[in-house]
């Protein structure tokens, strides 16, 4: 069974950086896409980066310029996603899901709170 795990979230103050981290396990394929997703309390969840498996990335105007996602590429299955956010700032507090996209199968991580303070 193939399941995401992300990590790395916490509380940092506005201006800070910190760096997620999605690791997908149980998998023997190399997601075609894997992604980064915002959510917070009474809104739909917001797609924030997304990057291919030949490292092709986009992104939403929110985070362009101070979020990078990155694919680790030493690993076989290429199945490890980051996302570097710099510069943050309160309306970026949220959880934050990762996603892997195989062919049409869409796996999601349980997610990981992000709390930027003023």
């Known amino acids: 069974q193939v399941q995401l795990v992300e990590s790395g979230g916490g509380l940092v103050q506005a201006g800070g950086s910190l760096r997620l981290s999605c690791a997908a396990s149980?998998?023997?394929?190399?997601?075609?896409?894997m992604g980064w997703y915002r959510q917070v309390p009474g809104k739909q969840r917001e797609l924030i980066a997304i990057?291919?498996?030949?490292?092709?990335?986009?992104?939403?105007d929110s985070v362009k310029g101070r979020f990078t996602i990155s694919r680790d590429n030493a690993k076989s299955t290429k199945n490890t996603v980051y996302l570097q956010m710099n510069s943050l700032k309160p309306e970026d507090t949220a959880v934050y899901y990762c996603?892997?996209?195989?062919?049409?199968?869409?796996?999601w991580g349980q997610g990981t709170q992000v709390t930027v303070s003023s």
């Open positions: 996603q892997g996209i195989y062919i049409t199968n869409v796996y």
């Open positions: 149980g998998s023997t394929f190399s997601f075609n896409v």
């Open positions: 990057i291919g498996s030949g490292g092709s990335t986009d992104y939403a």
